[in-house]
Nanobody
Framework: QVQLVESGGGSVQAGGSLRLSCAAS????????MGWFRQAPGKEGEGVAT???????SYADSVKGRFTISKDNAKNTLYLQMNSLQPEDTSMYYC?????????????????????RGQGTQVTVSS
């Protein structure tokens, strides 16, 4: 069982930055691909970024060059640094752990799924 707790959301103006954190606990945390997805009310989940056990990262086209996913294995914490935020980034952001073996499947961006996810943290960007 893996527990994930997000923090760091908030309200910012367009062009601003936020850093989301996800504290992970439980057995086997390092065995999973870790990622962030976002979901606005009434919409499908949108994969944002993933990081695998070796630190390889992938991003949705909509956030490339603006968002950076990283992790601190010593602290069991996943991060999402979000720069140049735009109103269309407004959403609930969720930390996720998926798959086994620690490597990420690129098809996840087309259809978000997970073994575990946190409760979410709201990000609101005003114009």
């Amino acid at each position: 069982q893996v527990q994930l707790v997000e923090s760091g959301g908030g309200s910012v103006q367009a062009g601003g930055s936020l850093r989301l954190s996800c504290a992970a606990s439980g057995y086997g945390y390092s065995r999973y691909c870790m990622g962030w997805f976002r979901q606005a009310p009434g919409k499908e989940g949108e994969g944002v970024a993933t990081i695998d056990r070796d630190g390889s990262t992938s991003y949705a086209d909509s956030v490339k060059g603006r968002f950076t996913i990283s992790k601190d294995n010593a602290k069991n914490t996943l991060y999402l640094q979000m720069n140049s935020l735009q109103p269309e980034d407004t959403s609930m952001y969720y930390c996720t752990a998926m798959g086994r073996g620690g490597y990420c499947d690129p098809s996840w961006f087309s259809r978000v799924w997970y073994n575990y996810r946190g409760q979410g943290t709201q990000v609101t960007v005003s114009s």
